[in-house]
């Protein structure tokens, strides 16, 4: 088995494919998402602030899924800078960190200029004096430095900020919005609709991996069967070829790999009651499927205005909808069986469960084509928004901003309807161009859904820790710099010879599903 050790220790050195080194300070991973979770340290003294340095401030603001950032600039021995710091921190309280206020939208950063570590960045950006502030897209904070005479820079030096209100002012100038300091979660919203703008998607790759994350973890509460162990699997699978997120991938295909180590099938055959984690149970209630920087602990394109609304079941949808896409002809009957029995063994809303199951069930011919599967998928959440309408309507339970809709609507995809009329009951009935649907389907949750890293220019430029990803369909070519293809091929050549190791272990105790390869992972 020398040959398998020789893998392994060529995985440990293939960083694109395993970093999982969740010991390591925030500062030691350079390009890590781990960072922007600084802000929620434990304690009721925690900054919310992220405080960056030369190390970690290109990573930090590549990876982050907000709009905006501010950049603080201040040197901790200076006075003014102890005394304004309570001011920022009051307007950071409102965006940094799971419970902030309005996530997602700006990150407020510091970088400590007395820092001999942090003279060639601050020099960058032509500091002059303490504190100074600046504002832009976090990504070309990467991109370029600061010049005082610049011309047509995308970076701004905030010049009115020097108290909380003050900056909190400028900063609503800047966006048109109307955010208070006295704010508090799911109040003064500025929620971005996604009626009529295909783009608003592009920030549901962040909500795939919570609710990614968030699914594991509901696995891991309730317990495997013995009998349930085979459509684990099954999902599994299907999530190393065709989760859209690269670190979901990697961490779907280490579950696999080690699975007879985190759910023995010995223990579960021997014991028939439910058995949390088979053996080493530590190993994998600590394990993190999309990597340490996920979960974030907030939505993105899954954000309700209220906190009983939206987020998880949002964040499964597109998730489902994007490996419906993403699948070949061949797959997809293997993928349909996979949600099916995934909905129905570990969904734990009951009547959901059922009635997709009884969806499921209505099923007899089976699917040969993506497109026969993706169009199934859409129907019946259709299907389902309709009885969800219904019941909200009768219970007063809706989102006010988010109304379930019979989808896509007109503005989102005019081409995909023939014609719209009104049933007798009021209800909407729809005569869809099912090929534009389809059309529209690949492209709104294949090509858009991954689109946000390219068009932020943060394709990751160091595989030390995973923590960005390109996100390219598995089934398309990645573009890379030659560094990272050399270093994903490497890893792709292990993942291929670990993944046939462990198909010839599964397949002889028939719980093997073919799946055409492990490629892109």
Same mark, same amino acid.
């Given at each position: 088995m020398s040959w398998i050790a020789a893998i392994l220790l060529l995985l440990h050195l293939a960083p694109l494919v395993f970093h999982r080194a969740t010991a390591s300070p925030p500062w030691a991973a350079a390009g890590s998402r781990s960072i922007l979770r600084a802000a929620a340290a434990d304690g009721p003294a925690a900054d919310y602030a992220v405080e960056l340095n030369a190390t970690n401030f290109d990573a930090a603001l590549a990876a982050t899924p907000a709009t905006y950032a501010v950049v603080e600039f201040f040197a901790h021995w200076c006075p003014a800078c102890r005394n304004y710091?309570?001011?920022?921190?009051?307007?950071?309280?409102?965006?940094?960190?799971?419970d902030a206020v309005h996530p997602g939208i700006v990150l407020m950063t510091r970088v400590d200029c007395a820092l001999r570590i942090n003279n060639k960045l601050c020099d960058k950006?032509?500091?002059?004096?303490?504190?100074?502030?600046f504002w832009g897209p976090p990504s070309k904070f990467v991109a370029a430095g600061w010049e005082p005479k610049q011309e047509k820079s995308e970076i701004r030096a905030i010049d009115d900020g020097r108290t909380a209100e003050r900056l909190l002012n400028w900063i609503n100038k800047q966006m048109g919005s109307s955010y208070g300091l006295d704010d508090e979660k799911f109040e003064n919203e500025h929620l971005s609709s996604n009626i009529s703008d295909p783009e608003q998607i592009a920030r549901a790759v962040y909500d795939?991996?919570?609710?990614?994350?968030?699914?594991?973890?509901?696995?891991?509460?309730?317990?495997?069967?013995?009998?349930?162990?085979?459509?684990?699997?099954?999902f599994l699978q299907l999530l190393v070829v065709h989760h859209p997120s690269r670190r979901c991938r990697q961490g779907s295909a280490e579950v696999l790999v080690n699975f007879d180590h985190f759910y023995p099938l010995d223990m579960l055959?021997?014991?028939?009651?439910?058995?949390?984690?088979?053996?080493?149970? *530590? !190993?994998?209630?600590? #394990?993190?499927?999309?990597?340490?920087?996920?979960?974030?602990?907030?939505?993105?394109?899954?954000?309700?205005?209220?906190?009983d609304t939206r987020g998880f079941s949002c964040g499964l949808w597109v998730l489902l909808h994007s490996l419906s896409v993403r699948i070949e002809d061949g797959e997809s009957q293997f993928a349909f069986g996979a949600i099916c029995d995934f909905i129905?063994?570990?969904?734990?809303?009951?009547?959901?469960?059922?009635?997709?199951?009884?969806?499921?069930?209505?099923?007899?011919?089976?699917?040969?084509t993506t497109r026969d599967f993706a169009l199934w998928l859409w129907s019946t959440h259709n299907k389902v928004n309709e009885r969800l309408m219904k019941?909200?309507?009768?219970?007063? *339970? !809706?989102?006010?901003? #988010?109304?379930?809709i019979i989808w896509p609507p007109k503005q989102l995809c005019s081409s995909c309807h023939r014609s719209d009329s009104r049933r007798n009951d009021g209800s909407i009935n729809i005569d869809w161009d099912q090929d534009e649907v389809f059309k529209f389907l690949k492209q709104y949750y294949g090509k858009t859904l991954v689109s946000i890293y390219q068009k932020k220019d943060i394709i990751q430029k160091d595989g030390a820790n995973?923590?960005?990803?390109?996100?390219?369909?598995?089934?398309n070519a990645i573009v890379v710099p030659i560094g990272a293809a050399l270093a994903i091929a490497v890893a792709s050549c292990a993942f291929g010879a670990l993944a046939c190791y462990w198909r010839s272990r599964q397949k002889n105790r028939k719980y093997y599903h073919h799946l055409h390869s492990y490629k892109n992972i």
């Open positions: 710091k309570p001011q920022y921190e009051k307007v950071a309280r409102l965006f940094n960190g799971p950006f032509s500091v002059s004096h303490y504190p100074m502030l795939v991996e919570e609710a990614t994350v968030t699914a594991f973890d509901i696995i891991l509460e309730h317990k495997i069967k013995s009998e349930t162990r085979a459509s684990l699997i099954q055959m021997l014991d028939r009651q439910e058995v949390s984690s088979g053996g080493d149970k *530590t !190993a994998i209630h600590n #394990f993190q499927i999309c990597g340490k920087e996920v979960p974030r602990g907030y939505w993105m394109f899954c954000r309700g205005s209220k906190n129905h063994n570990f969904f734990i809303c009951e009547e959901c469960r059922q009635h997709f199951y009884t969806m499921c069930s209505s099923v007899s011919t089976p699917f040969k019941d909200e309507a009768s219970l007063g *339970t !809706a989102d006010p901003e #988010f109304p379930k995973g923590a960005l990803e390109d996100s390219a369909a598995s089934t």
